[in-house]
C-alpha cells in the first residue's frame, strides 16, 4: 500500500501543487485547508507524513503541530513563507522534522518527504547489527529498530532527527559533539542545515527526557564547543 501525505495550506493553488507532485512519486495524498480539518484529516487518515502551512487563519500550523504533538511523532515538515532562521527554530522546538520556505521547489519538497520517511521507517532487525541498534544508557533505552525511546519503561516521544542525535550521542557517551558535528550527522541529504536547529533538538530532547539544562543528568553543554551525554550507570 501506498504511503500517505496529508497536505495543509489554506491556499488550493498550492494544495493542487504540492498533490500532484506527490502523486507523481505514488503518494496517496489527503487535503485539507485550514488547521481543524488538518487535526480531523490526521485523526481518521492515520497519514504517514504532513506537510503544514504555518500562516492559516483561525488555527495556524504551529497551534495544530503543538496539539499533534501531544499525542503523535507523525513527521511534520512545515511549509511557510516565515524565512527568518528564528521562524525555522520555532517550528523546530514545536517537534517539526523540516522546514520548507516559500517559493520552494516542488520537486524538493517531494524529495525531503522521502528523507523524512526513509529515517522513520522501522528497520528490518538484522542480528549482526542488534547491539548497535539498542543502546541502554542508565534509565534511558532507546531502540533503533522500533525507532522508540523509554525511561524505566515509560515511552518518551522524540521526532526522528531527535532519536538519531540521541542515538549519536549515547552511542560515545562522554565524547564533545560540535553542533556542526551533530547537524551533519543527524540530518538527510535533503536537509537544509545550520548549527542553531541543533539547539533547538536538544531542548526537545531534554524536556522528553526531564533533563534539567541548568543540572543536567544526560545531556551537558559544553560552552563553546557544544554538547555531550554524561553516562549514568550508577542509575536505579
Same mark, same amino acid.
Given at each position: 500500500?501506498?504511503?500517505?501525505?496529508?497536505?495543509?495550506?489554506?491556499?488550493?493553488?498550492?494544495?493542487?501543487?504540492?498533490?500532484?507532485?506527490?502523486?507523481?512519486?505514488?503518494?496517496?495524498?489527503?487535503?485539507?485547508?485550514?488547521?481543524?480539518?488538518?487535526?480531523?484529516?490526521?485523526?481518521?487518515?492515520?497519514?504517514?507524513?504532513?506537510?503544514?502551512?504555518?500562516?492559516?487563519?483561525?488555527?495556524?500550523?504551529?497551534?495544530?503541530?503543538?496539539?499533534?504533538?501531544?499525542?503523535?511523532?507523525?513527521?511534520?515538515?512545515?511549509?511557510?513563507?516565515?524565512?527568518?532562521?528564528?521562524?525555522?527554530?520555532?517550528?523546530?522546538?514545536?517537534?517539526?522534522?523540516?522546514?520548507?520556505?516559500?517559493?520552494?521547489?516542488?520537486?524538493?519538497?517531494?524529495?525531503?518527504?522521502?528523507?523524512?520517511?526513509?529515517? /522513520?521507517?522501522?528497520?528490518?532487525?538484522?542480528?549482526?547489527?542488534?547491539?548497535?541498534?539498542?543502546?541502554?544508557?542508565? $534509565?534511558?533505552?532507546?531502540?533503533?529498530?522500533?525507532?522508540?525511546?523509554?525511561?524505566?519503561?515509560?515511552?518518551?516521544?522524540?521526532?526522528?532527527?531527535?532519536?538519531?542525535?540521541?542515538?549519536?550521542?549515547?552511542?560515545?557517551?562522554?565524547?564533545?559533539?560540535?553542533?556542526?558535528?551533530?547537524?551533519? $550527522?543527524?540530518?538527510?541529504?535533503?536537509?537544509?542545515?545550520?548549527?542553531? /536547529?541543533?539547539?533547538?533538538?536538544?531542548?526537545?530532547?531534554?524536556?522528553?527526557?526531564?533533563?534539567?539544562?541548568?543540572?543536567?543528568?544526560?545531556?551537558? /553543554?559544553?560552552?563553546?564547543?557544544?554538547?555531550?551525554?554524561?553516562?549514568?550507570?550508577?542509575?536505579?
Amino acid at each position: 500500500m501506498s504511503q500517505s501525505v496529508l497536505v495543509v495550506d489554506d491556499e488550493p493553488k498550492i494544495v493542487a501543487l504540492v498533490k500532484r507532485y506527490l502523486e507523481a512519486s505514488s503518494f496517496r495524498v489527503i487535503q485539507a485547508f485550514n488547521g481543524k480539518d488538518a487535526l480531523l484529516a490526521i485523526r481518521a487518515g492515520h497519514p504517514d507524513c504532513v506537510i503544514l502551512d504555518i500562516n492559516m487563519p483561525d488555527m495556524d500550523g504551529l497551534a495544530v503541530a503543538r496539539e499533534l504533538r501531544k499525542n503523535s511523532t507523525v513527521p511534520i515538515i512545515f511549509l511557510s513563507a516565515l524565512a527568518e532562521e528564528l521562524d525555522r527554530v520555532v517550528g523546530l522546538e514545536l517537534g517539526a522534522d523540516d522546514y520548507v520556505t516559500k517559493p520552494f521547489s516542488p520537486r524538493e519538497l517531494v524529495a525531503r518527504v522521502k528523507a523524512v520517511l526513509r529515517r /522513520t521507517a522501522p528497520k528490518a532487525a538484522d542480528p549482526e547489527e542488534s547491539v548497535g541498534e539498542h543502546i541502554v544508557r542508565g $534509565r534511558l533505552d532507546l531502540n533503533l529498530v522500533e525507532r522508540t525511546l523509554t525511561i524505566k519503561g515509560q515511552p518518551r516521544h522524540l521526532t526522528s532527527v531527535q532519536l538519531d542525535i540521541l542515538a549519536l550521542m549515547m552511542r560515545r557517551p562522554g565524547k564533545v559533539w560540535s553542533r556542526m558535528e551533530i547537524l551533519e $550527522r543527524s540530518s538527510g541529504p535533503a536537509h537544509e542545515g545550520y548549527d542553531r /536547529t541543533i539547539d533547538a533538538h536538544i531542548k526537545n530532547i531534554r524536556k522528553a527526557i526531564g533533563d534539567d539544562s541548568e543540572a543536567p543528568r544526560y545531556l551537558e /553543554t559544553v560552552r563553546g564547543a557544544g554538547y555531550r551525554f554524561m553516562d549514568q550507570d550508577d542509575e536505579a
